[in-house]
């Protein structure tokens, strides 16, 4: 069999890999410690930080003091480093964000939808580029999330928007034809359960549910740090299990939707207006209403009810350590705790009640799509592949 020398090279950085993961899950830690947690010796560890820097790919700064013994350093992004690209495509805008490889995004450029899809994508296609251009050096994976179901590259729905079947290549059309720049793109909600399991409520589970509100309910299981997308990378459409009256028809073509009953549309239907543009929008203007009336908490308990109920359900369908919940979600039950409560503990199989998975509020809120989609590009980047991919690239 043929040697492969970009296998070789992949190999060569695995210690190194392993070393950008545990400096990506503790930020700021220090070379003594991450040597901890990998099991090596100091040495070791130093050999392997030089290399890294070398490469632009960590630094290391002085630690503060903690008692007698030996200064150690604390390790961080090389200032030079890889870079990664968030595109977050929600119901009203989109926001672009870069990060380094301690996974924190800084937006730089946000703006509402043109009014076609074509514009719209054009235009975010156009941002992405110029964004591009001022890191071509360092810019090594996008990442997107969106608010659809999707599969590769392909975007399902957006129903927000009224799209469907969207290639979202399209939105590397002003990078250039550079193929060591991937494209990786996920569910908005999909993609915030694996920021939760990563760095925030859900970390330390190995089973995690997340599920969030936004227009519709979406979610993922999380199994080891890991989202469980499908065969095709479409999986955690919650908000499409018939957990509704079957006589709703779903914009998904579907009838009795969980997605009807558990967000601004479905409080609506309840007080008896229209279905809002922003569903969102929708849900915090009813809830900081300053004198809710009878009818109003009742259409704040009918919809939280829906959303216990169903999560009972899906607690006794995956069986998670624990349940967490983004976007709308959060204030939805804020808004009728005891319905809420109540409804969740009457789906649960009676075995599973006197324990039942503790539900927590997401500590990453609206902004989990963005941090999972940064999450999800690093994974592509600081991999071994990823990291000899740069090194490989690199002029030194």
């Excluded at 039950?333 to 927590?360: I, T």
Aim: with cysteine; glycine share 12%.
């Amino acid at each position: 069999m043929a040697h492969d020398p970009r296998q070789s090279a992949h190999s060569r950085w695995l210690g190194a890999a392993a070393l950008l993961a545990v400096v990506r899950s503790e930020p700021g830690i220090t070379r003594t410690a991450a040597a901890q947690r990998l099991g090596i010796g100091s040495g070791n560890a130093t050999e392997l930080t030089t290399r890294l820097r070398a490469s632009r790919l960590l630094d290391e700064q002085p630690a503060p003091a903690q008692g007698r013994g030996r200064p150690t350093t604390a390790l961080g992004p090389h200032a030079e480093g890889p870079l990664v690209l968030a595109v977050d495509l929600r119901a009203s805008d989109w926001r672009l964000a870069l990060a380094g490889i301690d996974g924190r995004p800084n937006v730089v450029n946000q703006s509402g939808y043109a009014d076609d899809p074509d514009s719209a994508l054009a235009q975010v296609a156009k941002a992405i580029g110029a964004v591009y251009r001022r890191n071509t050096k360092r810019l090594r994976a996008i990442s997107i999330a969106v608010a659809g179901p999707v599969s590769g590259a392909r975007l399902g729905q957006f129903p927000s928007r009224g799209w469907s079947d969207v290639d979202l290549s399209v939105l590397t059309a002003k990078v250039g034809n550079r193929a060591d720049v991937a494209l990786l793109v996920g569910n908005d909600a999909t993609l915030a359960g694996l920021a939760e399991a990563r760095t925030g409520a859900a970390r330390g589970a190995t089973t995690a549910l997340h599920l969030i509100v936004a227009q519709g309910i979406g979610g993922t299981l999380v199994v080891n740090g890991e989202p469980v997308t499908g065969a095709h990378g479409a999986a955690g459409e919650y908000g499409h299990i018939p957990f509704a009256d079957p006589h709703l028809i779903c914009p998904c073509g579907a009838r009795g939707c969980w997605d009807l009953t558990v967000d601004g549309r479905a409080l609506a239907r309840h007080l008896g207006d229209p279905p809002p543009d922003d569903a969102v929008g929708y849900v915090h203007a009813v809830i900081d209403r300053p004198d809710r009336d009878a009818r109003t908490r009742r259409a704040l308990n009918a919809v939280s009810d829906s959303l216990g109920r169903g999560i009972g359900g899906l607690v006794n369908l995956h069986d998670p350590d624990v349940v967490t919940l983004g976007g709308a979600a959060v204030p939805l039950r804020a808004a009728a705790p005891e319905a809420f409560v109540d409804a969740y503990r009457d789906g649960l199989m009676s075995f599973r009640k006197a324990a039942p998975p503790p539900v927590h509020d997401g500590v990453h809120g609206e902004e989990g799509p963005l941090h999972g989609a940064v999450e999800l590009a690093l994974d592509h980047v600081v991999s071994a592949a990823g990291v000899a991919d740069w090194v490989a690239l690199q002029d030194f």
